[in-house]
Each structure stands twice: as C-alpha cells, then as structure tokens.
C-alpha cells in the first residue's frame, strides 16, 4: 500500500502534514498537479524575479492555514464534525484548480468561463472519480451547507485563501507591505451565529490585513510594468485567434488551438465534459512555447512582433492618471504609434489601449469582518475600530492608464 501521509517543506510555514488518504489523493491528481505549472502571479515575476511561485504552493499553503483554523476553533468549542473539517480542506484545497495559464492573466481569454465555475467543475469531476468523498467540501464551496461559517473559511474577506496569499506573494515578492499576522489572526477566529468572527484582541491585526492587502494590489498586483505584460499576452491571444479565423496556419498545443478557434461560455463548459478535459491540459508552457514558436514562425507580422515582445520583455509604456484620459490625446497616440510601427489604424488598438483599475479595501456587500467583544458585542471592523472608519473603508480607489509603444515615451504629452 502506498503511504499517504505525507510531510512537504514549504518556505512560507515550514513542513505541512497531509493527514488523510482523500487529501492525498486529490494532490496527487492531474487536474492538481497541473498548478506546478501555472504561476500564482502570471508575470508579476518580470517587475519581482523571485515572484515564480506556483498556483501549487498556494493551494497546499492554504489547506495548512485550514488545518489550523479548525484546529483552533475546535479549542473554541465550536462544534466540526470530522466529515466536515475534512470538507473544508478539500474545498480550499480546490478552490484556485480552476485557474488557468498565468492565473488572472489569461481570465476569459481562452474561455468566457470565470475560474470559479471552472473550479466547481473540476470539483465535481474529481468527485465522481472518488465515489462522492467530495460531496461536502462542494457544498461547502458553493455555500449550500448548512454551517455557513465553513464557507467563509474558504471564501470571504476574511479566508484562509487571501491570508495565505497576501503571505506567500510577499514573501516570493520581497515586499514587506503584505506582511501580514497570519498566526495571530487565525488564533483570534471565532465563530457567532454561524458566522465567522474576529475576538476582539485581533482588531489591530486585522486592520493590518485590510491595509496590507490594498497596498499589495497597487505595488505588485497591480504593479503598471505587470499590467503591460497582461495587456500584451491579451494581444497576444486576440491576434492569434483572429489569424486562426483568416485561416492562417499556427504551431501550438492542440489543446490551446482548440481554444483559440472557438470562444466557449459556462453552458458549454457544463454540457460539454470534454470542454473541461481539453483545458485540463493548458498551463503556462502551452502559452509561452506558442509564444516562442509565432514570434518566428507566423505568418502575421503584427503576430510576430508581439510575441517577440513578450519572450524578450520589450514591453510597452503604461501610463497611470487619477482621470480618464482625453479621447482626442488617445486617438493622436494611436496615429502615432501607427506611423511609428507601420501598422494599419485598424490594428491601432494592439499598441495602444485604455483601461482602468479599481480597488476596494473592503466591501460591505460581501461578508464584512465582525468583530466579536467579551461582553457579546458582535460589530463589524469599521464599528469596531478606532483606525479604519467607515469612510475609509468605504473609499475605493480608481487609477486609469494608457498603454502604448515605449518609443513614444519622450514624444506625446500624456
């Protein structure tokens, strides 16, 4: 019989223990074992080079901090069944399968399927597989099991996923600003009404956490140089689809091809299992081996050129402004970057693009943080807290940007 209680040595928190066989078997499964090869950042590695963490690493990071909640709830008298502390790892453990190559990167470019759809569906799957042990860690992960609390242990503001990233991006990233109490803040869970709660000794280390957290969307998540390498791999896709539907012939994996010649929705995705299969077998090596092979053997000059750019990080400006930029000022970067790069103004928009960015460092619509006092109290953080008010949390911020050819840098006035 194969052991499968097995140690890994993670660098984050040390050695994690897989403590059950149904764990271990769905580690080992191929549709898990596919995140070695999907990066927890996408190109967050061209601005941070020790920034090549997997999707891998931070699925196992987040079982452990799991493993550790229920353990300290559990001390609290809060009442888990063996079966469904067993479901709440594997729905954490599961709950990024869905992802696809370069993480967030590549969201609805191969397919207009949200991650977390394709997640359930690899879920269900597996479940079949092992004869329903996943039975509760799906409902778990689709909050339809009757102890809410466990959901909010796998998706919230306050879960067991955005602890261990906001650790381990850090870590990898080298930015001190996601540093974040992980320990102390698990020890300080609690459970209220079914809800998941803070005690009220945590409140400081989680008005680090929401800080820490919106600090690392516009330093690194959000870093301008990784918005460039996105908006290039986008492109990068949206050209390679349309020289496929002009007929042109392009080298790749059968399984990225068949993605770039159809453009399938959520209902394909769940009355099609074989739509599932096909992107089982697409990580990050298909993109960056296609990427690679067009910039030399494709037809499409424009094709070509922007794979060049990607393989040899020859990335675009991107300029970030607190308003919209002015159409007029838009369109005359577009002329010029058309006259510079010979292209036609038809393809203007694969050089010169427009976005925004939004961020929140809490919403108030989706599970607020409550705090739980000694003397029954249970106020949400803004309450509760003497740093973050209302006012502050309630504020979002909105960066717009502009991206267009480096060689115009020193020439348009933006």
């Known amino acids: 019989m194969t052991n499968k209680r097995k140690i890994f040595n993670d660098p984050v928190y040390g050695f994690l223990t897989i403590d059950d066989d149904v764990l271990f078997d769905v580690?080992?499964?191929?549709?898990?074992?596919?995140?070695?090869?999907?990066?927890?950042?996408?190109?967050?590695?061209?601005?941070?080079?020790?920034?090549?963490?997997?999707?891998?690493?931070?699925?196992?990071?987040?079982?452990?901090?799991?493993?550790?909640?229920?353990?300290?709830?559990?001390?609290?008298?809060?009442?888990?069944?063996?079966?469904?502390?067993?479901?709440?790892?594997?729905?954490?453990?599961l709950h990024d399968v869905g992802h696809?190559?370069?993480?967030?990167?590549?969201?609805?470019?191969?397919?207009?399927?949200?991650?977390?759809?394709?997640?359930?569906?690899?879920?269900?799957?597996?479940?079949?597989?092992?004869?329903?042990?996943?039975?509760t860690a799906i409902a778990i992960f689709n909050d339809t099991y009757p102890k809410h609390f466990l959901h909010q242990l796998v998706s919230s503001q306050l879960d067991m996923d955005r602890l261990d990233y906001l650790s381990r991006d850090s870590f990898f990233s080298g930015v001190s600003e996601g540093v974040v109490g992980t320990e102390r803040i698990i020890n300080m869970l609690n459970v209220h009404d079914d809800a998941l709660v803070v005690d009220e000794k945590g409140i400081y280390s989680i008005e680090k956490f929401i800080i820490s957290r919106r600090l690392m969307y516009w330093q690194v998540y959000l870093h301008k140089t990784v918005v460039a390498a996105d908006v290039l791999l986008y492109n990068i896709l949206r050209?390679?689809?349309?020289?496929?539907?002009?007929?042109?012939?392009?080298?790749?994996?059968?399984?990225?091809?068949?993605?770039?010649?159809?453009?399938?929705?959520?209902?394909?995705?769940?009355?099609?299992s074989q739509l599932l299969s096909q992107f089982a077998l697409i990580d990050d090596n298909d993109v960056w081996s296609a990427a690679k092979d067009w910039m030399i053997g494709a037809e499409d000059h424009?094709?070509?050129?922007?794979?060049?750019?990607?393989v040899e990080r020859r990335l675009s400006a991107v300029k970030v402004s607190e308003k919209p930029f002015d159409d007029e000022v838009v369109d005359s970067v577009r002329r010029q970057a058309c006259e510079s790069l010979s292209l036609n103004i038809a393809d203007a928009d694969y050089c010169v693009a427009t976005g925004k960015h939004v961020n929140h460092a809490y919403d108030f619509n989706d599970q607020e943080i409550k705090v739980l006092f000694k003397d029954g109290r249970c106020l949400d953080i803004s309450e509760a807290s003497d740093q973050l008010d209302r006012h502050f949390l309630e504020k979002s911020v909105t960066k717009y940007y502009i991206y267009y050819p480096k060689e115009l840098k020193n020439r348009v006035a933006l």
């Open 100 to 135: 696809g190559p370069f993480s967030h990167t590549s969201e609805y470019m191969l397919a207009n399927v949200p991650h977390e759809v394709c997640s359930e569906l690899f879920m269900e799957r597996i479940n079949t597989e092992l004869g329903g042990r996943l039975s």
């Open 27 to 93: 580690i080992s499964h191929p549709y898990f074992q596919r995140q070695r090869h999907i990066k927890q950042l996408g190109f967050t590695y061209m601005v941070y080079p020790g920034a090549v963490h997997s999707r891998f690493s931070h699925m196992l990071g987040a079982l452990n901090l799991m493993g550790r909640a229920i353990d300290v709830l559990r001390v609290k008298g809060v009442d888990i069944t063996a079966e469904e502390a067993l479901g709440a790892k594997l729905a954490i453990l």
């Open 239 to 272: 050209r390679a689809r349309y020289c496929l539907s002009q007929g042109q012939r392009l080298e790749g994996s059968r399984a990225l091809l068949f993605f770039l010649q159809h453009k399938w929705n959520e209902d394909d995705f769940r009355s099609n």
């Open 302 to 310: 424009l094709l070509r050129t922007l794979c060049r750019n990607l």
